[in-house]
């Protein structure tokens, strides 16, 4: 007889973007902090191919494991489990994991508005979450501090040519690209092409030009790769490609939140105010430029993003000891081979 133990998730997605979270059956990881703990899951690696791989999963989810939090000052702990990383931080997932915190009763809600705070692997966040009826309507992450690495550098990109990008931080790294300057259309029809351009052009990137936090010397790559159009009254559109290649559902909060730090370092935005990303399936993100700060010696931005997440269901995932494929398995007809 086979022996199963049950790993309890709520379905959620922010903005369209997936952002499940486990509520029950998986033990806190070691570490003494919420990073260290990050870090054992990223390279222990079971937990994340268990829940992202096929037959469970896929290349378009995300997965978050919520945690009791380090610092005592935050209500609840997370951690994200991305196709291909293990971030500090990320909007989508901390308006779903604040979502379904409140909607589940994790946290106790108080309407009409919810103050808590959550401590993800880069740090607290503070959320103020406007709640009627027993739903979270609409979550407003204080994201953590986002800075420019580099402005206006070269990009040599083969069959491209050379490309002028930017370079951010918003919780996870950014090279940033003027998508008029590919004639490239940020619409559901284009995803494919933008995820794998967008792969090559965020690895590129890594390559030429490097990443370095001033103050996390684990996360030295360039994570994502966004494309983006002019900003138009306030409004802009974003595509986000990320690795293996996906393209991101919602305008990525850590992609406004670093898109805010490029604009505030042109003198585009400054405290107060706001900036409305649209995704490519129109979906939308609030940023807002709160505060001034700096990183490691670097000047840097306070940025909120606000938005709404849904709770879709309740799923059950058994572990069971007689399974052939424990971890799950990727086939290239969904999930890219560069993975």
Known sequence: MSTRRSIEIIGCHAEGEVGDVIVAGVDTPPGKTLWEQSRWIANDGRLRRWVLNEPRGGVFRHVNLLVPPVDPEADIGFIIMEPADTPPMSGSNAICVATVALETGIVPMTEPETRLTLEAPGGLVQVVAQCRNGKAESIRVQNLPSFVHSLNQTLDVDGLGELNVDIAYGGDSFVMVDAAKLDLALEPGQARHIAELGVRLAGAATDQLGFAHPENDDW????????????????????????????????????????????????????????????????????????????????????????????????????????????????????????
Not at 268 to 277: F, H, K, N, P
């Open 220 to 339: 030295a790559h360039i994570s994502f790769c966004l494309f983006y159009t002019p900003v138009v009254n306030g409004t802009t559109r974003h595509a986000v490609a990320i690795r293996p290649g996906k393209v991101d559902r919602s305008p990525t909060g850590t992609g406004v939140s670093a898109r805010m730090a490029v604009l505030n370092e042109r003198g585009e935005m400054d405290i107060g105010d706001s900036l409305v990303a649209e995704s490519i399936i129109d979906s939308q993100f609030i940023g807002r430029i709160e505060a001034k700060t700096s990183v490691g010696g670097r000047t840097a931005i306070v940025p909120s993003v606000e938005g709404r997440a849904w709770c879709y269901g309740r799923k059950e995932y058994w572990v069971d000891d007689s399974d052939p494929w424990p971890d799950g398995y990727r086939i290239a007809d969904t999930w890219p081979s560069s993975e």
